[in-house]
């Protein structure tokens, strides 16, 4: 299984960008599949994560009510909505996979490649 992150750019403030995260192989099927941000020089932070099976979804306080998780099971695909950009959530963006929900990263064994945000102020 590869995951493949994409939808990265560059945005304004204020604006909205839609990663996309599409697995290739085997499915989900009950994993746990997060959205992880990395500045340079700073640890990998968690910003939200989606049960497959469910639905469920968990967010970092920074980022709830702002970003919203989603998937699409018949496009084995992962979605991360971000509205209300701010400077801030500049960062290189990275979704990996879990077996059973978490927020660090060690516990996500499987990783994209990681798609670039930037927002400008």
């Known amino acids: 299984v590869q995951l493949q992150a994409s939808g990265g750019g560059v945005v304004q403030a204020g604006g909205s960008l839609r990663l996309s995260c599409a697995a290739s192989g085997r499915t989900f099927s009950s994993s746990v599949m997060g959205w992880f941000r990395q500045v340079p020089g700073k640890e990998r932070d968690f910003v939200a994560a989606i049960r497959w099976g469910t639905g469920g979804a968990y967010y970092a306080d920074s980022v709830k009510g702002r970003f919203t998780i989603s998937r699409d099971k018949a496009e084995n695909t992962v979605y991360l909505q971000m509205n209300s950009l701010k400077a801030e959530d500049t960062a290189v963006y990275y979704c990996?996979?879990?077996?059973?929900?978490?927020?660090?990263?060690?516990?996500?064994?499987?990783w994209g490649q990681g798609t670039l945000v930037t927002v400008s102020s």
């Open positions: 990996a996979k879990a077996y059973e929900l978490a927020y660090a990263p060690a516990q996500y064994k499987l």
